[in-house]
């Protein structure tokens, strides 16, 4: 199955394809990936209808696109989060960054992976590394000296359900070529790639 999956920066792909892979399960469909982009207050304040609209805004007008899906076949698969780590202020707001990265909060060329979403019906089949991978490519293509992951260790959180895996897991980052460079909190690992 992952041979035939293409993954598309977001801009591409279409909004169709952003609500159809953020819409398969998990909580896509009520964050719409706006939950690291607003500040507590104004995500909260904001109706599910208003976030989406947001999204659909931020895609039309921000280069590079700041999300890639993977398209299998003639529908979206999943979607992932990837940019400039500035760009997404609630990711610097955040304990696991605050206390476990060592770049520089105002450093540009650091990129954050931080939002991943697979349809319940493509899930096992690749998708998220696929995206991973799409996404270290798109933050180089980007000028990105380091990519950055937050992702949940699985073997601390046993029973975390897909929807408290947005982060993505230790495994996944690690068979991308991330290494582990710090454990700010039991379950959550700050996962670093230099591409310089």
Same mark, same amino acid.
């Not at 940019?83 to 609630?90: E, F």
């Not at 270290?136 to 260790?153: K, N, W």
């Given at each position: ?46 109706? /599910? ?73 493509? /899930? ?12 270290? @490519? ?6 990105? /000296? ?10 601390? /959180? ?5 929807? @408290? ?32």
């Amino acid at each position: 199955m992952s041979d035939a999956l293409r993954v598309l920066p977001a801009d591409r792909a279409g909004f169709a394809a952003v609500e159809h892979a953020l819409t398969g399960g998990g909580d896509g469909a009520s964050c719409w990936c706006r939950w690291l982009l607003d500040t507590r207050k104004a995500f909260d304040a904001a109706s /599910r209808d208003e976030r989406r609209s947001a999204l659909a805004a931020e895609l039309a007008s921000t280069e590079p696109s700041p999300g890639l899906v993977a398209i299998a076949g003639d529908a979206a698969a999943g979607w992932v989060r990837v940019g400039p780590r500035t760009a997404q202020p609630g990711v610097l707001r955040t304990q696991v960054v605050r206390r476990g990265s060592a770049e520089p909060p105002d450093e540009g060329g650091v990129w954050a992976v931080t939002c991943f979403v697979v349809r319940r019906e493509h /899930r096992g089949d690749g998708v998220a590394g696929r995206l991973l991978g799409a996404a270290v @490519e798109h933050a180089r293509a980007g000028g990105a /000296r380091v990519v950055e992951g937050y992702p949940v260790d699985r073997a601390v /959180r046993t029973t975390a359900t897909s929807s @408290e895996l947005w982060h993505g897991t230790i495994g996944l980052f690690a068979r991308a070529g991330f290494a582990e460079t710090a454990r700010p909190t039991p379950a959550r690992a700050v996962m670093t790639l230099r591409l310089d």
